[in-house]
């Protein structure tokens, strides 16, 4: 007997959870991807003579079942390391320890008046009351919450560099739950956030992956979707640019692109399907990887509150992974989000956004060294994060369209008010198949 078909559009950590939860519940997956290989923003790729993640990824204490699962389902052991690291500030031409309520105490950047009304935040999100933030702007939340002036010196240009205009409009829910991941990461005797890591990388597990595909399924790699066809209340077909998929009857899609790039492939998708999409904002990302010869700091991340620094943080990584896998060479990230669209970085090339990077970063490091930087490479994603508004909370996206019966819709924007990381794309890829059996059932 023929297995039934599914769709999945998507060769993202969102999309391989589906794939394979498609897959336990007796489908054949055909996955489409637009890229030439597996594994979204966590995908594997060669700096110098080592393997790096494209982009930095790190596993918060809430992260750890989903993540220990879904390796365990595809018959890899999960090695992940938890270590306590440090973060700091670079703001008024110095850095300044963040690590704990003790470092902002002792710091002579931070005035009385400052440290009090820390300590006041700090204790209001120890001992916070459910709901707090909800219904407000994040901007209003932290002034309220932080004070105008450490708003001004901890958050505004945080948020300026990531979120731009947006930030006038985001949603106080995500920046309260995103602090209270952030603290629920620390050790019960240690202040210093404690965060794990993958110590073999990402890329054994979407190997796995790609071979259980391949044996129930097909993978369709380098092949951006064109158009989805919507007829007779489902779809129907999906153009890409390699084949032309027919959808059967019974056949469901499940799409886990960014939703402005579904608003993009449904031009005849019904009016308020494509309405109710064209809500969703995405940022897009660029990150630039390198090895140093030595440690820049002695932070794992540093915010940068300097608007004239075209980077937002520097994540040494190394402070995270260690530096035996990568012969004692120290990985760094620098990375910003934008609009691409609107910023004047997106349209350089990558060796010109490279140079720019790291020439501001010698005004943070004066000491260091073109010689001391090894190998580097330049990394952009379009729609890399979503933009909350307010009130998302009731404005969430659709899991489906009652118009269109056979469409399934996941994405970073439905991860809200969580901040998007491997554990929650996980579970978003499985909740969403998880759904779809449910309302099949109901229909039987």
Partial sequence: MKKKSAYVISGGVMGLAAACELIKNGYQVIIIESSGSLGGLAKVKKLGDFEIEKYYHFVYWSDEKNISDFFDENRIVPQIRWRSV??????????????????????????????????????????????????MLAIDWLKKTFSPRLYDILWDPLLDMKFQNDKYSLSADWIVTRLNQHMASKHSFNFGPTFGFITNTYKYLFESIDAKLRRNGEVWLENPVKEII????????????????????????????????LLAVAANFPDSAKKRLGLYKMVDVVCLAFFAKRSLSPYFWINVGDKNIPFTVIIEFSHLSGTERFGGRHLVYLSRYLERDKERLWQLSDEEITEEFLKHLKKIFPDLRSNEIEASSLHRSVGAAPSFFKDYKNNMPPKNFKEISNLYIGSASHIYPLDRGTGNSIKIGKDLVDFFIEQRKKQL
């Fill in 86 to 135: 440090k973060n700091a500030l670079w703001s008024g031409g110095q850095l300044h320890s963040i690590d704990n309520p003790v470092s902002i105490l002792l710091s002579n950047f931070f005035t009385l008046r400052d440290k009090i009304d820390f300590i006041k935040a700090f204790l209001k999100l120890t001992f916070k009351k459910t709901g707090d933030g909800e219904g």
């Fill in 230 to 261: 919507y007829q007779d209340s489902r779809i129907v077909g999906i153009k890409t640019a390699k084949k032309n998929f027919e959808v059967g009857v019974d056949e469901p899609v499940f799409s886990y692109i960014p939703l402005p790039n």
